[in-house]
Every structure is written in C-alpha cells, then in structure tokens.
C-alpha cells in the first residue's frame, strides 16, 4: 500500500449532512450563549458604575416610571399627530411631533377626550411658539414635555403655576395667599414621532 492510501484509512470519514448541521447549529449557539453573557457583564458593570454617579437630568419619562404601582396601571391617551410651523425667523422650519399622554388616574382620560380640542390647541401653540434650536438643544424634549403636561391642565381648567386656568397671568405667581397647585393630571408625555425640517 502507499503511503497515501494509509493516511486516507487512518482519517475518519468526513462528517455527513446531519452531522455537520447539528455542528454548525452547536457553534452558533454557544457563540449566541457568549455574547448574551459578554452583554450581561457588561451590563451590570455598566449599572453598578452608575449607580455611584447620580444622574444630573432624568427625564420625566423616568420620573413617571419610578414610582409604578402594578395594581393601578396608567391609562394612556395617544393624540393626533401635531405639524407645525415653528417660530424661527430666518428660514420656514416646521415639525411634526406625535404625542402620548400618560395618566395616573384612568378616569382623567375620559376628561382629556371631553376637552381635547382645548388640550390640542395649547400644545399646538406651544409647539408654534418654539424654535427648531431649542427643540434641538439637550434638555429641548424635556421642556417641551412639561410645557405640554401645563398646557394639558390648564386646558382642563385647572391652575398652573399659580396662574388662572385661563392664562390671564401666565407665568406670574401671586405675591400671598398662594395655594400650591394641584397635581397635574398627565404624569409624562411619550415622544413617538419628532422630526423638525
């Protein structure tokens, strides 16, 4: 016999069908399994690293969520989506922002929907009244969202701010007497859709 053909005996025969795909199967999940572990670690490396470092400016949407109870959940109002001319001045930027409310107590939704011709105006003239800048800026979203949770009660007729539901003092605060406002009734505002041009 030659050489060749003993090294060809010596060699087991090469893996058939099932057996090379239950091998290729076998390699991608222990590949999946390793990086689902490699994630993990780093993930809670990543959590315990912030929980030494406060966090400087949480959201609202994080406020909301901290503080959940499984018993009561939130009921949310989603509203028509808002296309708006926006207050620049040197070009014609416009956005269009969709919008959802969540509420603490299921029962203001039904206020909401009564009143939602006042509560998509005021949010409709709140946007107007915005630059693409400052909708654009870090913190933009954040503002616009309790402008939109003020606009919303004072569309339900209830005082912000110290203000008149009617916005007859916008934004000045009584000098005596004043009573702390109530809470507001939309306790976060869900971006879905935010595109300015």
Avoid: C, W
Avoid at 22 to 42: D, E, Q, S, Y
Avoid at 47 to 58: C, N, T
Avoid at 100 to 112: G, N, Q, R
Wanted: proline share 9%; no cysteine.
């Amino acid at each position: 016999m030659s050489a060749t053909a003993t090294a060809d005996a010596a060699l087991p025969p090469p893996v058939k069908g099932k057996k090379k795909l239950i091998l290729i199967i076998a390699a991608a999940a222990f590949l999946l399994l390793a990086g689902l572990g490699v994630g993990a670690m780093l993930l809670l490396k990543q959590q315990s690293h912030g929980a030494d470092m406060p966090d400087e400016h949480p959201a609202p949407e994080e406020h909301a969520s901290a503080a959940r109870d499984p018993a009561h959940p939130p009921a949310y109002v989603p509203l028509d989506p808002f296309t708006v001319n926006l207050a620049d001045k040197q070009s014609d930027r416009y956005a269009q922002v969709a919008v959802t409310l969540e509420l603490s107590d299921p029962a203001t939704a039904e206020s909401i929907k009564a009143f939602m011709p006042a509560v998509r105006n005021n949010i409709l003239l709140t946007l107007a009244n915005k630059t693409a800048t400052e909708l654009m800026e870090p913190d933009g979203k954040s503002r616009l969202a309790e402008d939109i949770q003020r606009e919303t009660a004072r569309a339900l007729g209830l005082p912000v701010d110290g203000a008149p539901a009617d916005g007859g003092n916008r934004g000045k605060r009584k000098s005596s007497g004043h009573k702390e406002a109530p809470a507001m009734p939309v306790s976060a505002v869900y971006f879905s859709t935010f595109i300015i041009q």
